[in-house]
C-alpha cells in the first residue's frame, strides 16, 4: 500500500507565500507522478500542478502558472508545490495524488493524500 501525506497549507494573506510538502512512503514501486489538485465544497476536484518522476516533465492550471512551482526530492520521497502571490480564490484543501501515468487528470491518480487546508484572506 502506498501512503501520501500533505503538510504546510494554512492561513495568509493574500500576497503571501505557503510551500506545501507531500511525502511519498509504502510499496510505492516503480518511478510515478505526483500530482497536486484542490478542492471547494461542492465542487470537482480541480488541476494544479503535476511532475513526473525525472522533473523533466512539469505542468501548470493556467490559474497559478507564474505563481505556484512544483519540485521533488527522489532521496526523500517528497513534493513540493511553492505558491506565491496567493491570492483569496486559491483557498481550498489541497491534495496530492500519485499516479504511474503523467497526467494533468485526477481520474488517473490511484492514491491520494488526506488533504491539507490553504486559506488566503483578503
Known amino acids: 500500500q502506498v501512503q501520501l501525506v500533505e503538510s504546510g497549507g494554512g492561513l495568509v494573506q493574500a500576497g503571501g507565500s505557503l510551500r506545501l510538502s507531500c511525502a511519498a512512503s509504502?510499496?510505492?514501486?516503480?518511478?510515478?507522478?505526483i500530482g497536486w489538485f484542490r478542492q471547494n465544497p461542492g465542487k470537482e476536484r480541480e488541476f494544479v500542478a503535476t511532475?513526473?518522476?525525472?522533473?523533466?516533465?512539469?505542468a501548470y492550471a493556467n490559474s497559478v502558472k507564474g505563481r505556484f512551482t512544483i519540485s521533488r526530492d527522489n532521496a526523500k520521497n517528497t513534493v513540493y508545490l511553492q505558491m506565491n502571490s496567493l491570492k483569496p480564490e486559491d483557498t481550498a484543501v489541497y491534495y496530492c495524488?500519485?499516479?504511474?501515468?503523467?497526467?494533468?487528470?485526477?481520474?488517473?491518480?490511484?492514491?491520494w493524500g488526506q488533504g491539507t487546508q490553504v486559506t488566503v484572506s483578503s
Open positions: 509504502g510499496r510505492t514501486f516503480s518511478s510515478y507522478t
Open positions: 511532475i513526473s518522476w525525472s522533473s523533466d516533465n512539469t
Open positions: 495524488g500519485l499516479s504511474y501515468a503523467y497526467s494533468t487528470s485526477h481520474y488517473v491518480y490511484t492514491y
